[in-house]
């Protein structure tokens, strides 16, 4: 390993432990703090996760209602046109 690469190594890693070290050393309220700020974090982060989970869910189905339809309008428009079609051609009612 080359002496550039250690040290990119060393100054990517050495801010976690220092990191680390700091909160093991702090206050104990401070910490208390710092994991509920992470704990809410997570919490928020799950919850935009499950927003854009239902929203996709209800979006597709919104779509598959629109496609349903569609092909029942394009049904209904064929049939009409085929009564239409044999009235004019005499055999209707």
């Known amino acids: 390993m ?6 990119q190594e060393g100054a990517r890693v ?4 220092a990191g680390w070290a ?11 703090g710092l994991v509920a700020g992470a704990l809410t974090c997570v919490y928020l982060i ?7 989970r ?14 349903e339809h569609e092909n029942a309008r394009d049904k209904h428009r064929a049939e009409m046109q085929r009564l239409l ?9």
């Open 2 to 7: 080359s002496t550039r690469v250690a040290i």
């Open 46 to 52: 799950a919850q935009m996760w499950l927003i854009w």
């Open 54 to 67: 239902r929203a996709r869910i209800e979006r597709r189905k919104l779509e598959m209602l629109e496609r």
């Open 22 to 32: 700091a909160i093991m050393g702090a206050d104990p309220s401070t910490q208390v």
């Open 14 to 17: 050495v801010p976690v432990g």
């Open 85 to 93: 079609n044999e009235r004019d051609a005499g055999g209707g009612p």
